[in-house]
């Protein structure tokens, strides 16, 4: 077989020709003499991954220019820097009654006739962790982000005993993740928590949750500290609360006019209480963790925030302070009170006396109680003021910071729009979100604990349509590429987690929308590497030969 019949070889979609086992200068000797009315190429030669401009030169080819804004490698990141992926439990275990697990407050959300699809089985990560984590090393992944659930190990909170079966699977999972040389990222809290508790106190609203928490805390660190050097307490505090108390969406499913229809809740008041139970819950719980805890077993607690990076809708002075109020509103409220031991100044002004004090005693908790912030980063939006200009009955009110976000500007979106609701492709916004954190935190470590690219519901479409997931490949190229910038400007992050290691139960969605490296299908389990999942082996193996090539189907062969 001769290099042009091979290297022309391809797998297509949607106009896109995607050839592994190529470079720059065989791609002329495949496409020589062919006719194409326009063609973008991006490969990696051994550790590169690079995007160039092909332009027709006649009969002697295509010359290919170099894009040095996507031009990423391994090697431009620092030495051990983490890459890894994740994963949450709810969204990929299954399993939702064995082993002495009792119900989840999703187990019972998702079976109430709210949602089309449930977690019941998910990926069956219970019963098949160990070929996932065998799939993991194949692809020469350094780390794994996942969570516990907090019924597993804990059926009835502190009422009740630690359920011994559950602290056997976590065991499980850390020491065969450590046998494969992968280091285990652990979310204490991702969403779920079981249903006993939500009932006995209306869940976060009842400050008995911070003492529920720190048991949970407590036991994480005494069965699994040992082994686990990576610690995040809450998953995205600020957006849980005003998912499940403010929009009503998300179990307790609470909220009032003008943000939805519930049986019950206050949505101007509740997400405030909610989110000083979660706060006080997490610097509790690395109050713990830094005193009894790491001194012996060495390792670093933090949290995560769900990070838009705010654009200003107009130039107007207006639009400018709204987009710095929508970053105190959103992941200023988790991290100033974690690192500063108070609230933001905007969320003062605006919130008044609806908001919370901290104690001293609490002011001296909260005070760097993170010894690092991971930043789950997925798009940028624009913000609107809504103080001097007209907005809809939800922006224009003090628990939004009178603001709105909007995703066009004059009928233009500000980037590709993915499969979930305001989520576009913008990646310069990775690189601004982390520098504004580095400036505002005075470069505490971060890592990038969640970033990814949702295909929109695919349902008719067949497995390897599904798994040629270019569009994937490119996000990650460009947001890593930005991601390479701010750290070349001093931005001390430390890791990046490309969410999510294999398609899984995304919540409202069902399994309509994906994010993994892995297809799995719903019927028989297996899972199938998607292009991405070699992309990202080829990228880490720093031996990555990828093409990506835009053009029309009728005019390559």
Request: glycine share 8%; hydrophobic share 35%; net charge negative.
């Amino acid at each position: 077989m001769n290099d042009a019949s091979f290297i022309c070889r391809g797998v297509w979609k949607d106009g896109y020709l995607i050839i592994l086992g190529i470079n720059k200068y065989k791609i002329n000797k495949c496409i020589r003499n062919k006719t194409i009315n326009y063609t973008k190429v991006s490969f990696s030669r051994k550790v590169s991954s690079l995007y160039f401009k092909a332009s027709n030169n006649g009969n002697r080819g295509f010359i290919l220019e170099e894009n040095e804004d996507t031009h990423i490698k391994r090697s431009d990141f620092p030495s051990g820097f983490l890459f890894g992926t994740a994963t949450s439990a709810y969204q990929v275990e299954g399993a939702y009654l064995e082993d002495g697990k009792s119900l989840s407050n999703w187990d019972v959300f998702s079976h109430s006739g709210c949602c089309e699809e449930n977690g019941d089985i998910a990926d069956d990560h219970y019963h098949m962790f160990l070929g996932d984590i065998e799939l993991i090393h194949s692809i020469g992944i350094q780390a794994y982000r996942f969570s516990i659930t907090w019924a597993r190990i804990l059926p009835r909170g502190r009422s009740g005993k630690v359920n011994p079966a559950g602290i056997m699977f976590y065991n499980k999972i850390i020491d065969n993740l450590i046998l494969k040389g992968i280091e285990p990222f652990v979310t204490i809290n991702h969403v779920d928590l079981p249903q006993e508790l939500e009932d006995r106190y209306g869940s976060w609203l009842n400050p008995e949750m911070q003492e529920e928490f720190l048991y949970l805390a407590e036991t994480c660190f005494k069965s699994f500290g040992d082994r686990v050097k990576y610690w995040i307490t809450i998953n995205e505090p600020q957006l849980l609360a005003e998912v499940a108390y403010e929009w009503g969406f998300f179990p307790p499913c609470r909220c009032s006019e003008p943000f939805g229809n519930c049986l019950d809740g206050n949505s101007d008041v509740e997400p405030i209480i909610v989110m000083h139970n979660f706060l006080l819950a997490h610097g509790r719980a690395a109050k713990l963790y830094h005193e009894y805890f790491q001194p012996t077993q060495g390792g670093s607690i933090g949290l995560t925030v769900h990070a838009y990076m705010y654009e200003p809708l107009t130039d107007s002075e207006l639009d400018h302070q709204a987009a710095k109020r929508a970053f105190a509103f959103h992941s200023g409220w988790t991290l100033d009170p974690s690192i500063f031991g108070d609230y933001p100044e905007e969320l003062k002004e605006y919130l008044g006396y609806a908001l919370p004090s901290f104690s001293l005693d609490e002011k001296n908790i909260m005070t760097n109680s993170i010894d690092f912030i991971g930043i789950n980063h997925y798009s940028s939006i624009y913000v609107k003021d809504c103080t001097n200009s007209s907005c809809s009955t939800t922006g224009n009110r003090a628990i939004q910071g009178f603001l709105e976000a909007v995703g066009e500007r004059d009928g233009v979106p500000i980037g590709e729009q993915t499969g979930a609701n305001y989520s576009y492709v913008v990646p310069k916004g990775m690189e601004e979100i982390v520098n504004l954190i580095k400036i505002r935190y005075y470069n505490k470590p971060m890592f990038i604990t969640e970033n990814g690219y949702s295909t929109p519901d695919l349902h008719e479409q067949r497995v390897d349509e599904l798994t040629n997931d270019f569009k994937r490949i490119e996000y990650h190229t460009k947001y890593l590429a930005s991601l390479a910038k701010s750290i070349r400007g001093g931005a001390d992050v430390r890791g990046y987690f490309a969410w999510s290691f294999m398609d899984s139960y995304e919540w409202l969605y069902g399994y309509s929308v994906r994010f993994g490296l892995y297809h799995v299908d719903r019927q028989t389990l297996a899972r199938t590497p998607k292009l991405s999942a070699s992309w990202y082996k080829n990228f880490l193996s720093n031996n990555s030969d990828f093409v990506f090539m835009e053009t029309s189907r009728d005019n390559i062969y």
